[in-house]
């Protein structure tokens, strides 16, 4: 399975039923990140958390690579906050140690349009 569809399918089961199994198998256990919002340093854990918080205030796409090899996964997607109507672009940069992911960094980008106008795909699909 190629790095984004272990990623994407992780994180949809931990939003889905929050069970993170999955994404406990792809990161390595001495994953560290700095949070992109807070600016301060995470375990998964407290994005595990994070993401529990918001799964019913937001809608994501699934990541698309844009990069993809042995040691970086480098992938895009969509977050609509569903309350306010805000639109983010969100790249996200996965560096792995011994397969597994060891550190994120990630750039939000908020949007002064919705992306789903420009695209083949409508927030729905993703609810």
């Known amino acids: 399975m190629e ?3 272990a990623y994407n399918k992780a994180w949809k089961l931990g939003v889905e039923s929050n069970d993170f199994s999955l994404v406990d198998e792809i990161y390595h256990p001495d994953f560290k990140a700095v949070d ?8 998964i ?3 595990k958390e994070a993401l529990h918080t918001l799964k019913d205030s937001i809608i994501v796409t699934p990541a698309e690579a844009l990069i993809e090899n042995e040691d ?4 895009h997607r969509y977050n609509r906050y569903k309350e306010a109507d805000i639109f983010n672009s969100v790249t996200v ?3 792995y140690k011994d397969g597994k992911i060891i550190n994120q960094e990630t750039i939000f980008e908020e949007l002064d349009y ?3 106008q420009e695209r083949d795909w ?3 699909d993703y609810e």
């Open 3 to 5: 790095k984004v569809e």
């Open 72 to 75: 970086l996964l480098k992938a």
């Open 122 to 124: 409508n927030w729905e």
């Open 114 to 116: 919705d992306p789903s």
């Open 45 to 47: 854990d407290a994005f």
């Open 36 to 43: 992109a919002v807070s600016g301060v340093e995470v375990d």
């Open 93 to 95: 940069s996965l560096f």
